[in-house]
Each structure stands twice: as C-alpha cells, then as structure tokens.
C-alpha cells in the first residue's frame, strides 16, 4: 500500500510471498525477496 498499490494487489503480492515463505524450512531462509516474488506473480498471470 506504501507503493500506492490496491488492496487487490496487496492481497496477491502476500499470497504469493507467503506461498514461497512456506516451502522452505526456516524462519529466515524462508524469506523471500521482491524478485522471488514478482517472478511467481508474473508466471501465475
């Protein structure tokens, strides 16, 4: 939202982060980065 995106977008954009977070174990190497991210959003389209 900082980013002035819609809520509908934010929404993808945790989906998507949380699906990456939970397919590896770990608090911090489950963490992934903006790239990981737009990556999956942008295959998923």
Same mark, same amino acid.
């Given at each position: 939202? @900082?980013? +002035?995106? /819609?809520?509908?977008?934010? &929404? ?7 699906? &990456?977070? @939970?397919? @590896?174990? +770990?608090?911090?190497? /489950?963490?992934?980065?903006?790239? /990981?991210?737009?990556?999956? &959003?942008? /295959?998923?389209?």
């Amino acid at each position: 939202m @900082v980013e +002035g995106k /819609s809520h509908e977008e934010c &929404l993808r954009f945790a989906t998507a982060a949380a699906s &990456l977070c @939970v397919q @590896v174990k +770990g608090a911090i190497p /489950s963490m992934p980065d903006q790239t /990981s991210v737009m990556k999956l &959003l942008e /295959s998923s389209i």
